[in-house]
């Protein structure tokens, strides 16, 4: 019997912004959104491109992707990260799966509440 390979998929923490689609899904007269995301990947480049993929194919129009790093490059930068997003981060690795977290919905020129923020 072969042992399995420990996996190189990581959690990487993205912030995605949308542009408006037919059908997809944000309110009426958003004009876009933000939304924070964990994706597995092998590096960022593959979280970025696997995110990127599934949102067209949800009928979404991603416009710009910020990368944040794994949960260990977060806590180096000193981000505080709570239980519940390490949940959805486990999550995501269980599942090699790209998990919405927060949308942030834009109305007019600009974020509309609070911007999604990672501390």
Do not use: C, W
């Not at 399995?4 to 059908?23: A, M, W």
């Not at 949102?55 to 990368?67: C, E």
């Amino acid at each position: 019997m072969t042992q399995k390979k420990p996996s190189r998929q990581q959690v990487y923490t993205l912030l995605v912004q949308i542009g408006r689609k037919d059908g997809d899904g944000l309110p009426a007269d958003a004009t876009g959104a933000a939304l924070m995301i964990y994706a597995s990947g092998v590096d960022e480049a593959e979280a970025v491109r696997e995110t990127v993929a599934i949102l067209k194919q949800a009928d979404t129009a991603p416009l710009d992707v910020t990368g944040y790093g794994t949960i260990a490059e977060r806590e180096e930068e000193g981000h505080d990260i709570q239980a519940e997003e390490r949940a959805l981060m486990q999550r995501a690795l269980d599942e090699n799966a790209v998990i919405v977290a927060q949308m942030t919905p834009f109305y007019g020129d600009g974020p509309h509440g609070d911007e999604a923020a990672l501390h």
